[in-house]
Structures are given as structure tokens and as C-alpha cells.
């Protein structure tokens, strides 16, 4: 199924006030990411540590009308009329098998692990 994508940027103090319109708005899902790349490692049990700078992502089905989401969005106080933002189609992937593409087998002491065959 495919996807459409849209992306804001924001301070981590509005990033979850900004989640709630999106998903308000009619977003499936939200990712928040940092927008210079930088992990956060540990997070305390039920925290959500955010970045200075962050992408706050909405996922809405392919049948979205974007138009709609976006007069909704510039409602909101945080954003008004001409907000930036990037809207996004993303392919239809087998999003399930996707990842592994990406990882190879790792040698970690004398044994070796293919992490292909842990799915």
C-alpha cells in the first residue's frame, strides 16, 4: 500500500504538540528524527527524548487528500498560512523485508551471526 509522507521541522519543545495535529489531521503515524542526523542513545522507560532541531513526520494513506491536511495544519497556531513542510510519496516496498537490504553478517568474537535468517 502505498503512502504519503509529510514532513515539518520544529524545536523539540513543539514537537509533540505538532504530533497531536498531524495525527489530528489524519496521519496514521508519527516518526520525530533528528534533522542533523544525531542518535539519542538510553532513553528512560516511557521518555521521548527530542532534539533541538526535529523532523516531525506524519504517514497518511495514499488517498489523503494533502490539500485538506495542509488547511488543517495552518489552523494551528504553531504554523499559520504558508508553513514549510515537505510532502512526500513514498513506493509501495515490502516495508517487512526492506530493512534487511541494508545488514550483512557481523563477526562478534569467534562466532558469526547472519542477521538475514533471524526473520
Do not use: C, Y
Request: zero cysteines; a negative charge.
Amino acid at each position: 500500500m502505498p503512502w504519503i509522507q509529510l514532513k515539518l521541522n520544529t524545536t523539540g519543545a513543539n514537537a509533540e504538540e505538532l504530533s497531536d495535529a498531524l495525527m489530528e489531521a489524519g496521519a496514521v503515524s508519527i516518526t520525530f528524527q533528528d534533522t542533523h542526523d544525531t542518535p539519542v542513545f538510553e532513553p528512560l522507560p516511557g521518555e521521548t527524548r527530542l532534539w533541538g532541531d526535529t523532523d516531525v513526520i506524519g504517514l497518511f494513506d495514499a488517498e489523503t487528500d494533502m490539500k485538506d491536511v495542509v488547511a488543517i495544519l495552518e489552523q494551528h497556531p504553531l504554523l499559520g498560512a504558508g508553513f514549510a513542510h515537505k510532502i512526500e510519496q513514498l513506493e509501495d516496498k515490502d516495508w517487512e523485508r526492506e530493512w534487511m537490504d541494508n545488514f550483512h553478517p557481523m563477526r562478534f568474537w569467534r562466532a558469526s551471526v547472519d542477521l538475514s535468517q533471524l526473520a
